[in-house]
C-alpha cells in the first residue's frame, strides 16, 4: 500500500534536491565499556544486543519523525557510530544532558537488572548532535 509522503519527508526532499548538500543521517548509540571488562566481563555478544535493543528501540519510538523516516528509507545506507561510555554513572549522566537538550535517545535498561547499558539517538544530522557527544570516543 503506497502512502504519500508527509510533509517532513517532503522538506528533507527538497534539501536534498535543491543543490544544497544532502543530509547524512547518522544513528549514535553510547555503549558501556566497562561492561566488557571484569567484573561484569560480559561477552561481545551480549553487548552487541545491547545495542541493538537500544537502537531498535530509538527507531520505533520515533517512527513518525521525518529524519527516522528518512533513514529507514535506505536501508543500505544506514550510518551508526557506536561510542563508549566509561561506566553506567558516565552513561546516566549523558542521558540527562539529552534530555535538557531536548536531543530524541532511549537509555536501554537491562532486565531484570534495571541496568542501563547502551543510549541510541534517533537519526540526527551528524552536525546536530556530534557536539554533545564530543567527550566520547568510537568503542573498541
Known amino acids: 500500500m503506497h502512502r504519500g509522503l508527509g510533509p517532513g519527508i517532503q522538506m528533507v526532499r527538497k ?3 535543491s543543490g544544497a548538500e544532502p543530509q ?15 567484573p561484569f566481563s560480559w561477552p561481545t555478544g551480549a553487548l552487541v544486543a545491547q ?10 519510538l520515533h517512527r513518525e519523525h ?6 529507514l ?5 544506514m550510518r551508526k557510530v557506536v561510542l ?8 546516566k549522566e549523558l542521558a540527562e544532558t539529552l534530555q535538557q537538550k531536548n536531543i530524541d535517545h532511549m537509555l536501554w535498561l537491562e532486565q ?5 547499558t547502551c543510549i541510541a539517538l534517533r537519526p540526527y544530522p551528524k ?13 573498541k
Not at 547518522?26 to 571488562?37: A, I, T, W
Not at 557536539?131 to 568510537?138: A, D, G, M, P, T
Open 24 to 38: 547524512i543521517l547518522v544513528q549514535y548509540l553510547v555503549l558501556r565499556k566497562d561492561l566488557s571488562q571484569a
Open 51 to 60: 545495542a541493538c535493543h537500544a537502537a531498535t528501540a530509538a527507531l520505533h
Open 127 to 139: 552536525e546536530e548532535v556530534s557536539q554533545h557527544l564530543k567527550k566520547f570516543r568510537l568503542f
Open 15 to 17: 534539501m536534498a534536491g
Open 84 to 91: 563508549e561510555a566509561a561506566d553506567e554513572t558516565t552513561l
Open 112 to 116: 531484570p537488572e534495571n541496568m542501563a
Open 73 to 77: 528509507r535506505e536501508l543500505g545506507r
Open 66 to 71: 521525518p529524519h527516522t523516516v528518512a533513514y
